[in-house]
């Protein structure tokens, strides 16, 4: 997995798989061509680990965040 790039806004939720899950996850995105997969997986997580936040106020706070870190340097336009 790429360790370039800012630090994700979330933790990933624990799995009591936890090591099958990080060997699953490095071997799914070894090869570059996987890039836009692992940026989808790695959203996706975060959302479900606000989703899933006790804690409503926090759990708006890292979708706050999420949102924020994802819409970062998107064009407001994107040519056809």
Known sequence: ???SGPAAPCTPASTSSA???SNDSET???HDSQV????TWGIY???ITAYRQP???RGREQMVQLIDAV???VP???PN
Do not use: G, P
């Open 1 to 3: 997995m790429r360790s």
């Open 19 to 21: 090591t099958n899950s």
């Open 28 to 30: 799914l995105f070894a």
């Open 36 to 39: 836009q997969v692992e940026a």
């Open 45 to 47: 997580q975060c959302m």
């Open 55 to 57: 804690d409503q106020a």
């Open 71 to 73: 819409s970062h340097s």
């Open 76 to 78: 407001k336009h994107r």
